[in-house]
């Protein structure tokens, strides 16, 4: 059960990002009452690759990652996000079988439901696509993010989450 949840650990991304909104925060209110309604985030991290899946070896390569997203809010506590995120890197993963998949410069793109259970925590998942020249993965993204306020029109959001990548991992 731990190699299958190792395996399935493509990147976890520890970020903090710095969001500039467009009106403030989602809490502060406007003349019409709906408070703010769009989000424009940029994020950097790291993500952690496992090197080799033939064994159950705990070897990761910490690969940079940038990234843009755009929230849109559609209730208090549901929100809709569209994340784009890039690996600056080129590094060669041991797959089953003694064959080696090598990865460079991948664009996850990801649809995600935000779900805010009180009032700073939100909790996110959604599909993606991982693309890069030679080849394509379905992803899925959970995490889970805790936002400060910093003022009214920007916040800091360390986040945590991990994308499954089908057929590549598993």
């Not at 059960?1 to 500039?20: E, K, P, Q």
């Not at 080849?135 to 993010?145: A, D, P």
Request: hydrophobic share 40%.
């Amino acid at each position: 059960m731990f190699r299958y949840i190792s395996i399935a650990c493509l990147s976890i991304i520890v970020s903090l990002t710095a969001l500039a909104q467009e009106e403030g925060i989602y809490e502060t209110e406007t003349h019409t009452g709906q408070g703010h309604l769009n989000r424009l985030g940029l994020c950097s991290g790291l993500t952690f690759v496992p090197t080799d899946l033939t064994n159950d070896k705990k070897d990761y390569l910490a690969v940079p990652t940038y990234g843009i997203e755009y929230i849109r809010k559609i209730k208090k506590w549901f929100l809709l996000g569209f994340v784009n995120e890039f690996e600056l890197e080129n590094y060669v993963i041991e797959h089953e079988n003694e064959e080696s998949i090598e990865r460079s410069y991948i664009y996850v793109v990801s649809v995600l439901a935000l779900f805010k259970p009180v009032k700073n925590l939100v909790i996110f998942a959604g599909p993606g696509y991982e693309l890069t020249s030679d080849h394509n993965f379905e992803v899925l993204k959970i995490g889970v993010s805790y936002e400060f306020e910093l003022s009214e029109k920007w916040d800091l959001a360390p986040l945590v989450y991990m994308d499954k990548v089908s057929d590549l991992y598993t």
